[in-house]
């Protein structure tokens, strides 16, 4: 099986760091998660590693935002950008994390992939959208994974996914779309069997 389902020893956390020159060397390809605040990203994040609280020990709501990068087995990193979108940021701050976002997903190239979580309840922001119309350029894959999932029906869920899929054809063909949910599981084995993949390149 993929390496990613016993990745509960292997994740740790590495780095955080606030500006681009105290990005880590391109050592080891590089995964990055990115999403709005609050859509679920940490929780991905700890439900893929089978970390209970390892993207959570990171975050600092109401500081400065950080880049962390968690380190995998065999050299690879997990790097969990700054949510976005949160309103009471600052406009001069905002700024300044969209240049270091949009600088990080256009030029880094150990950067092998980006997992975009986006709410399934809302998919696709203008946010959201931003964020692979920054990224699909570089031709590198794009995994979206549709959280909390648990909160739709069955049919709503569904719909949603097709709907997401049908945008993503249309426009950002290198983007695929799944449903996923931290708190029921829905998904991970599917998203872990992608990442590895995209690890194994
Ligand atoms: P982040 O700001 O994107 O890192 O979001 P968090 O992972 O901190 O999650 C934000 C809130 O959504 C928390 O209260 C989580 O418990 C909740 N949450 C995250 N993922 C899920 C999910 O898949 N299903 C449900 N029902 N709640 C979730």
Same mark, same amino acid.
């Given at each position: 099986?993929?390496?990613? +389902?016993?990745?509960?020893?292997?994740?740790?956390?590495?780095?955080?760091?606030?500006?681009?020159?105290?990005?880590?060397?391109?050592?080891?390809?590089?995964?990055?998660? @990115?999403?709005?605040?609050?859509?679920?990203?940490?929780?991905?994040? %700890?439900?893929?590693?089978?970390?209970?609280?390892?993207?959570?020990?990171?975050?600092?709501?109401?500081?400065?935002?950080?880049?962390?990068?968690?380190?995998?087995?065999? %050299?690879? $990193?997990?790097?969990?950008?700054?949510? $976005?979108?949160?309103?009471?940021?600052?406009? @001069?701050?905002?700024? !300044?994390?969209?240049?270091?976002?949009? &600088?990080?997903?256009?030029?880094?190239?150990?950067?092998?992939?980006?997992? *975009?979580?986006?709410?399934?309840?809302?998919?696709?922001?203008? *946010?959201?959208?931003?964020?692979?119309?920054?990224?699909?350029?570089?031709?590198?894959?794009?995994?979206? *994974?549709?959280?909390? @999932?648990? &909160?739709?029906?069955?049919?709503?869920?569904?719909?949603?996914? !097709? &709907?997401? %899929?049908?945008?993503?054809?249309?426009?950002?063909?290198?983007?695929?779309?799944?449903?996923?949910?931290? @708190?029921?599981? +829905?998904?991970?084995?599917?998203?872990?069997?992608?990442?590895?993949?995209?690890? &194994? !390149?």
């Amino acid at each position: 099986m993929s390496k990613f +389902t016993s990745l509960s020893q292997q994740a740790s956390f590495f780095v955080s760091v606030t500006d681009w020159r105290d990005l880590p060397p391109e050592d080891g390809a590089e995964i990055a998660f @990115a999403g709005r605040s609050n859509v679920g990203k940490s929780s991905a994040i %700890n439900a893929l590693t089978r970390r209970r609280s390892l993207a959570y020990v990171a975050k600092t709501p109401g500081r400065t935002r950080q880049i962390n990068f968690f380190r995998l087995d065999d %050299n690879g $990193y997990l790097v969990d950008l700054p949510g $976005y979108g949160y309103a009471k940021v600052p406009e @001069a701050i905002s700024r !300044r994390w969209e240049l270091l976002l949009s &600088k990080y997903l256009q030029t880094r190239i150990s950067l092998i992939g980006l997992v *975009l979580v986006l709410d399934a309840r809302h998919p696709l922001t203008p *946010l959201d959208q931003q964020m692979l119309d920054w990224f699909a350029p570089t031709g590198k894959p794009v995994l979206i *994974l549709l959280s909390k @999932a648990d &909160k739709l029906t069955r049919q709503q869920a569904n719909r949603t996914l !097709r &709907k997401v %899929n049908d945008l993503l054809a249309q426009f950002y063909p290198c983007s695929t779309a799944q449903l996923f949910s931290s @708190a029921t599981h +829905t998904g991970l084995v599917k998203a872990e069997e992608v990442l590895a993949q995209w690890l &194994k !390149r």
